[in-house]
């Protein structure tokens, strides 16, 4: 139930942390701590220190080594992991400019759903994050750091992107027949060298100097992940650059361009120019493309939203269901807004769309879900509803008979052109924000 997910994405994030710990009495360090917490980075009104520098990179180190890649050498790793918290305090900065808070107790929910999802307590958590080197007050600031990022792009960058029906329209057309290209889906890898209009001929000159001597290095066998780890400029940079399986269609016409090249090359590594700059692209290996199975004939679909809460170690049952039944009362006996309840009090990712599901399609939510939202009216509001992912308050705001092969097939287009302007948007979005703060470096504090 890919909506109702509610910290998938943290939770496999987090998983690789856990696992490694139950097979490592005690990970490396990474560097040995510094003896003064002098301040290496001023971002705005803010500052990064030595210390925190050190602990992020241990981390990064730890999550490098399970993915097989290759450490960069130490001064690289700390200079890329240093533009990663730069940005970080922009992100952070421009999230508290805008309104947008994560409090403690929306940070301790998340946690109690990454332990769940692990099959384990906060306890043991702790202890497992302790084996690993990493203080548990680091972890829950890279969790609240994860959502306030997440809420400020959802805010800034996701709601901005329009796909009109004539793109669609065309998307379509385009894919009209029997295209091989799109049955093949390629495990691709990224560095990226950003340029921007504000540069001169010779840092453009450097940028593209810089590339040219990544890619012969790829070429030559160098490790990818590595390479990605020291140079690259995306926000995967330190997960060795991994744009993970994508079809042709999905990305970027020069990026695809490149796929294709480097399919062919011996290296399986190319390069492409586009306006954001230099991509260098290692094709990781193929597959067989999914083939999307489309019902046939008209099936109805439901537009609704929800409000979630889940059962934790920490908050049981008994307290989950009694806060979902207080919220529906407001609901149903105040009339208060669902939204903003949504927004208040829901753990799903759909908050801050006011707990807003979109059309659904049968099969599109787990069964308990669905079964209590085909029994409401439009703007009928249900009781809590337990599900495996804990307990909803459901909305039915329209129903609507669709042919199931055309709307799928837009939505499926409309996805897929959103998936392709959004990975653009964001490394925009996030320069952006990276050339709009104040930065001083201390580079004597750095090394």
């Given at each position: ?12 994030f ?10 490592a009495?005690k ?24 210390n ?40 952070a ?78 998307f ?5 027949g ?35 001597d ?5 070429e ?9 780890a ?44 586009s ?28 537009h ?21 039944n ?64 804990g ?5 039915v ?18 996805q ?17 924000l990276?050339?709009?703060a ?10």
């Open positions: 139930m890919n909506k109702l997910k509610v910290m998938a994405l943290l939770a496999a987090f998983s690789a942390s856990l696992s490694y710990a139950q097979t009495a990970a490396p360090t990474a560097a040995e701590p510094a003896t003064l917490n002098a301040v290496v980075a001023v971002v705005n009104n803010d500052v990064i220190t030595t925190e520098l050190t602990e992020r990179v241990h981390s990064v180190a730890l999550n490098l080594r399970r993915q097989n890649i290759q450490l960069p050498p130490m001064p690289q790793l700390r200079a890329q992991v240093l533009e990663q918290l730069i940005l970080e305090r922009a992100v900065q421009r999230a508290h400019e805008t309104g947008i808070r994560v409090d403690d107790n929306l940070v301790n929910v998340t946690i109690e759903q990454i332990a769940a999802q692990n099959k384990i307590s906060v306890t043991e958590l702790r202890r497992r994050l302790s084996l690993d080197g990493v203080p548990f007050n680091q972890f829950r600031e890279e969790i609240r750091s994860q959502i306030m990022t997440q809420r400020l792009r959802e805010r800034e960058v996701d709601a901005q992107i329009n796909i009109p029906e004539s793109e669609i329209d065309a379509l057309a385009d894919q009209a029997f295209n091989v290209n799109d049955t093949v889906e390629y495990n691709v890898s990224q560095i990226l060298i950003p340029t921007t209009e504000s540069m001169s001929t010779g840092e453009v000159n450097q940028a593209r100097e810089l590339a040219e990544i890619l012969s290095r790829a030559k066998g160098e490790d990818f992940g590595q390479l990605a020291s140079y690259s400029r995306m926000s995967n940079a330190l997960e060795g650059g991994a744009i993970g399986w994508r079809t042709l269609s999905q990305l970027p016409s020069t990026l695809a361009s490149a796929v294709l090249d480097a399919q062919r090359a011996e290296s399986h590594v190319a390069m492409s120019v306006s954001d700059g230099f991509s260098i692209v290692k094709v990781n290996g193929t597959r067989d493309g999914v083939q999307t199975k489309l019902a046939g004939g008209p099936v109805t679909q439901t609704a939203r929800h409000i979630l809460m889940a059962v934790t170690p920490v908050t049981d049952e008994a307290t989950v269901l009694s806060r979902m207080d919220i529906y009362n407001r609901l149903v006996n105040n009339h208060e807004d669902f939204a903003t309840l949504a927004r208040l009090h829901s753990v799903d990712g759909s908050a801050t769309r006011g707990g807003d599901l979109g059309w659904l399609q049968p099969g599109d939510t787990v069964p308990a879900f669905e079964d209590a939202m085909n029994k409401l009216q439009p703007g009928e509001i249900s009781k809590p509803v337990k599900s495996e992912y307990y909803h308050i459901i909305q705001l329209d129903r609507r008979q669709e042919s199931a092969n055309a709307e799928r097939m837009r939505h499926i287009a409309r897929t052109l959103r998936q392709r302007k959004l990975a653009e948007a964001v490394a925009t979005w996030q320069r952006e990276r050339d709009k104040y930065v001083e470096i201390r580079r004597d504090e750095l090394y």
